[in-house]
């Protein structure tokens, strides 16, 4: 089977491997789409440094079972489904455990049913606890972003704010559930929300972007007593808070990322049935595919932030 293999900064190797062998309880997948992850993009483009080449990427599949473990039941070859795997899934073939995969339905583009970032919505927003009423910024309208939004809508909130430099994604985040949108390029946004909320701030603010100032921001805007949820990627580098603004506030500081395996799958199928439900729309997020052969032309353009791109999937 082929598989790509990062080789060194910015150098994708596609080589020929055999296909997996199993163990009793694992399940054999044909990847038919794998997303390509911000964390990934830092491994790429050498931003992060502690990196061991060779590294096999991926962990945003979905495609369809080739075959099955001895010891596993309720799946079956032909099965549609999206899983977490611990081999890369840039790959034509992966393997996972039985307790790590999740069916999809078959009218759901396998690029749609990216299970893995969906399950770290999913679990932000349940972290989040927003509430019936509540006023809710969305800083950063990337794929997290976007999808985060409409995560947050299904919790009715009295108003969701969306936040972001770029205005084709303000557009799109008021198409997918924003009620207000606003470009920190063009308005002072502190004082917009601290005005709209008749000098309160927010009662949630969701940072998604993994930047110093946007942090920074969702500091200033978030009530008394409100929730900060870090939900971006602040990946290999230090951050400053203002702490004493932090207690003064006596905020709830939410790290919205899950690691415990079962949560991580439980929202994931949660997600799913959203997805499945029509409760969230993928279909406008994915906007950019390549052949497994083209991938380092694929983390180039999201590392370029190339003009329309907001999630780009491998299609091996």
């Known amino acids: 089977m082929k598989i790509a293999v990062l080789r060194g900064v910015k150098n994708f190797v596609i080589?020929?491997?055999?296909?997996?062998s199993l163990e009793a309880d694992e399940v054999l997948m044909?990847?038919?789409?794998?997303?390509?992850?911000?964390?990934?993009?830092y491994l790429w483009n050498g931003k992060f440094k502690n990196v061991v080449f060779p590294s096999y990427l991926g962990h945003e599949p979905s495609g369809v079972i080739q075959e099955v473990g001895r010891n596993v039941g309720g799946f079956n070859?032909?099965?549609h489904v999206t899983f977490l795997s611990e081999t890369g899934c840039f790959a034509e073939y992966a393997k996972a455990k039985k307790s790590s995969i999740v069916k999809i339905a078959n009218n759901i583009p396998f690029e749609e049913a990216l299970g893995e970032p969906i399950a770290c919505a999913v679990n932000g927003i349940r972290r989040s606890n927003i509430q019936f009423g509540d006023n809710v910024v969305v800083i950063g309208c990337g794929f997290m972003g976007l999808l985060l939004i409409q995560l947050a809508s299904l919790r009715s909130p009295s108003s969701i704010v969306a936040i972001d430099i770029n205005d084709e994604r303000l557009k799109l985040a008021a198409d997918l559930g924003a009620d207000l949108t606003i470009n920190p390029r063009e308005v002072d946004v502190v004082k917009y929300v601290m005005g709209i909320t008749n000098g309160r701030g927010a009662d949630v603010v969701i940072e998604a972007t993994g930047e110093q100032k946007p942090l920074d921001m969702a500091t200033e805007m978030v009530k008394i007593r409100g929730r900060l949820v870090i939900f971006g990627y602040h990946v290999g580098e230090s951050r400053s808070i203002n702490m004493q603004m932090w207690n003064w506030k006596g905020l709830d500081v939410i790290n919205a990322h899950e690691r415990e395996s079962e949560v991580y799958m439980e929202g994931m199928r949660i997600g799913i049935m959203?997805?499945?439900?029509?409760?969230?729309?993928?279909?406008?997020l994915i906007t950019h595919k390549y052949p497994l052969e083209e991938i380092n032309r694929a983390f180039n353009d999201t590392d370029m932030k190339i003009k329309g791109l907001i999630k780009a999937a491998v299609i091996p």
């Open 15 to 20: 080589e020929e491997v055999s296909i997996p």
């Open 274 to 284: 959203l997805l499945s439900k029509g409760k969230i729309k993928l279909k406008p």
């Open 77 to 79: 070859v032909g099965d």
């Open 30 to 41: 044909h990847v038919k789409a794998c997303g390509i992850c911000t964390s990934e993009l």
